[in-house]
């Protein structure tokens, strides 16, 4: 309990502030000294975040359809401006009342979120992975939910450099358009007029399937209540899903990716990456990870890219003849909002 507490009151603190949701930052606040509802998040499964699961299962429920006055706290179903009061009260009684939907979703679902907006921190590792390799690209996600992510070419970029230079990237018609703040753009790279890709696989324990009406929801349940423009992203996103051949796999990615490596060809640079992932990892599975990719370097360069951390940064790792050297590129924000780019030595 008490290190439930302290999870929801970080939350509050620093995920919920920095990430604009002053609703989440209220409800975890009240969360963290209700002993009830603490007794229901309580159910969340290992490795799994308690504050993220309880609020996804709440608003979930609220998607679906189920009546209540807290559903006026949630812009994408209301379809009005927030109550500007406090949401708590009702919060409680909404949890309260459904407590065992709400114990039930908790003990049997993962967040399994797809953030969109974090291939603003993939394309610059991805354009310096290209140019680095000259290769066409293989990529891997781990932890790739619905496989939104391999899709980043699809999408059209504007970075925002020290609030001054604008840079832009892709294709201006795609219906995907994605910005970041980047400070320190001196060091920032120059992106690839185009990135070529070979392949596009992910790796989930349990894949989403956008065909799947239910699977979707969830995965909007997952979007916190201020941020509405992400619901319009997963659906485009969703439907530019269907014309890319992408090739989800489902397991455990410590079994998975070894096998997976073994098909790809020496003419591509694989790129293996993640987004806000490996938290749900084992510490045995990410060393099975990171074994398996050093094995795979004796015989090529790998590359292993990641937005991942309590205070998230891009790094890049790169793997040959079995050893790796890691370089931290970036402090960003965990939904691609910002980044802070550090300065860079061209490989």
């Not at 932890?143 to 604008?166: I, V």
């Not at 201020?226 to 530019?240: F, G, S």
Request: net charge negative; glycine share 4%.
């Amino acid at each position: 309990m008490n290190d439930l507490q302290r999870a929801f009151r970080r939350f509050a603190e620093v995920e919920a502030k920095g990430l604009a949701s002053p609703t989440y930052e209220e409800l975890a606040r009240g969360v963290s000294n209700d002993d009830d509802l603490l007794h229901i998040a309580l159910s969340t499964k290992t490795h799994q975040p308690a504050p993220n699961m309880l609020f996804a299962a709440v608003q979930y429920l609220l998607l679906t359809g189920v009546q209540h006055s807290l559903s006026a706290y949630y812009p994408i179903i209301s379809g009005q401006t927030p109550r500007n009061q406090s949401a708590f009260t009702d919060f409680r009684d909404f949890c309260l009342h459904h407590r065992d939907a709400i114990v039930e979703l908790i003990h049997t679902r993962r967040t399994q979120t797809n953030v969109v907006r974090r291939c603003t921190c993939l394309l610059p590792v991805f354009s310096l992975v290209s140019e680095e390799s000259d290769l066409p690209l293989a990529l891997v996600d781990i932890g790739a939910s619905a496989g939104l992510n391999l899709n980043f070419d699809r999408y059209y970029y504007t970075y925002q450099l020290n609030q001054k230079k604008e840079v832009n990237w892709g294709s201006a018609d795609s219906k995907i358009h994605l910005e970041a703040e980047v400070e320190e753009s001196g060091s920032f790279p120059t992106l690839s007029p185009a990135i070529e890709v070979a392949s596009r696989d992910g790796i989930d324990l349990d894949p989403v399937d956008l065909g799947n009406s239910d699977q979707l929801l969830w995965l909007r349940a997952l979007i916190w209540p201020e941020h509405i423009e992400r619901h319009q992203q997963l659906i485009d996103a969703a439907v530019e899903f269907t014309h890319s051949d992408i090739h989800l796999h489902a397991g455990d990615a410590t079994d998975v990716l070894p096998r997976l490596i073994s098909t790809f060809s020496y003419e591509h640079a694989l790129v293996v990456y993640s987004t806000i992932t490996l938290y749900q990892f084992p510490i045995e599975n990410r060393k099975r990870l990171t074994h398996a990719l050093e094995e795979a370097s004796k015989n090529r360069p790998v590359w292993q890219i990641a937005l991942e951390g309590i205070e998230p940064a891009v790094s890049i790792t790169r793997y040959r003849d079995g050893t790796s050297d890691t370089e931290i590129l970036a402090d960003a924000s965990p939904h691609g909002w910002w980044m802070k780019w550090r300065e860079h030595e061209p490989q």
